[in-house]
């Protein structure tokens, strides 16, 4: 009963959130600013992620395919797919879930627990669509630029260290990355960035705004925002890979 409940409010949550998404000149400068907080503060560690996640995989991947038998042009295309398709928007992902879910759901629990938004709404204010929308459509609209950012660094990443480790020449890792190069890829990159954003900034928000218990009970919602984030997209994934590929 307890888990139908929580999906009963979710859902209605989210119906208020898309109703309310009309309301343009509500939430206007609250999406600019959730756009520079979703996106902007949230490159450094997504080209951290990028680098170091291409970098791993082409070193790990160079070891393990050592032979004269395989050509090493097969480790650009390991590495270069495998972001493309994969660890560029599930890593990131995972990252993110921590940063920007755990941010949105403590602002929110603040807010709720403070009673800041029950002062909005006798204001007049429509409390979903000043506080849930612009967070949510950052989400939505931010992941793929960011996944863009950890695609293209995560390349350049393990381009950078096969070049540096001595194991992978430039010449022959992109030419395997060109080889073995399919534009779905990218277009399965992006539509699990848009999940994952709209995942992990809704269930946030669900969090947050029905967050009780004072401070205590903001430190957990902000923990189950973080955990639920990761679970859900990690069961997201497996979907979209059964239904996409």
Known sequence: MYALKEIGKYSTLLYQALRSSTEWSTYRKNLFQELVKVGYD???IIVLVGI?????MT???????????IPLSTIGAIVSESILIELAAVISGLVLAGKVGARVATELGNMRVSEQIDALESMGFNSVSFLVVPRVLAGILMFPVLYIVASIFGVGGGLAAGYFSGSVPPADFLQGARMYFYPWNIVFGFVKSFVFGFIITSIACYKGYYAT????????????????????????DFILAVLLL
């Not at 170091?52 to 791993?56: C, E, I, L």
């Not at 189950?224 to 984030?229: M, P, S």
Request: hydrophobic share 40%; net charge negative; charged share 5%.
């Open 213 to 236: 218990g004072g401070a205590e009970g903001v430190g957990k919602s902000t923990t189950n925002a973080t955990v639920l984030g990761c679970i859900y997209i990690l069961l997201a």
């Open 42 to 44: 949230s490159v450094p």
């Open 52 to 56: 170091f996640t291409g970098s791993v």
């Open 59 to 69: 070193l790990q991947s160079a070891y393990q395919l050592e032979s004269a038998f």
